[in-house]
């Protein structure tokens, strides 16, 4: 962190090749997701429109598969970037899920209906940045593998049976509306509408978010950043 980031109490919480990462997911999501729901629904007025507006159902697959291959482009490149860059390894630690985050899940359900006093205390991430971050995760290796399977149909049909490219289609549709009620409804009121961030929480586009707002909600990384000489 700079010396103006500090003079201005702001913390670094995202990385500019996170963000980077972050924005290309967000636009390759949501371009899947209403290119795939348009195919899913194609009988509703609205999906039609879509198709119509996309050039067609030719071109609406093209979008779509085009879409995917760079989302998995960037899902690899994630992996990467997790597992060997100096960035990332420390953001992985900090992302696994242990028993702290389930005991911090049941407290929060705790004092939500009164029964506890505090409400659990959070290092960087939560319980609930890092359940989305693993639910989208795992699900994104859901959906591009059964994309394959149903891209390559001919090549899938040679070593599976026909009922399993069946089972394929329902869950690559189902997986991705899961996945889009999740991202598009359960992370954006947490970034955005959430009292504690609304309009929203600034760090996906500059990369900083108020050390005010770090000790409110995740006191533990205050601490830390507090204790490292960093605040």
Known sequence: ????????????????????????????????????????????SLAQWIIRLEGGVH???????????????????????????REGKPELRQLLIGRQDIDDFFQSLRYNIGTAKEYPRFGKYGYKE???????????ILISFTGIMLWAE?????????VVLDLA????????????????????????LHPSVFPMNPSWITGKVSSEWMREEHPLEYEKLKREGHL
């Open 1 to 44: 962190m700079s010396r103006a980031d500090l003079e201005a109490g702001q913390v670094i919480r995202m990385s500019l090749l996170f963000r980077v990462q972050h924005l290309l997911l967000t636009v390759l999501l949501t371009v899947l997701a209403v290119t795939g729901f348009a195919l899913m629904y194609h009988e509703n």
């Open 59 to 85: 071109n609406r697959g093209i979008v779509h598969r085009v879409a995917a291959v760079l989302m998995m482009a960037n899902l690899v490149y994630h992996v990467f970037y997790m597992l060997f860059s």
């Open 130 to 140: 890092k359940f989305q971050y693993w639910g989208a995760s795992a699900g994104i």
């Open 154 to 162: 001919g090549f899938s049909m040679v070593f599976f049976p026909k």
């Open 169 to 192: 289609i329902v869950i690559h549709g189902y997986q991705g509306l899961l996945a889009f009620v999740i991202l598009f409804l359960w992370h954006l009121y947490n970034v955005h």
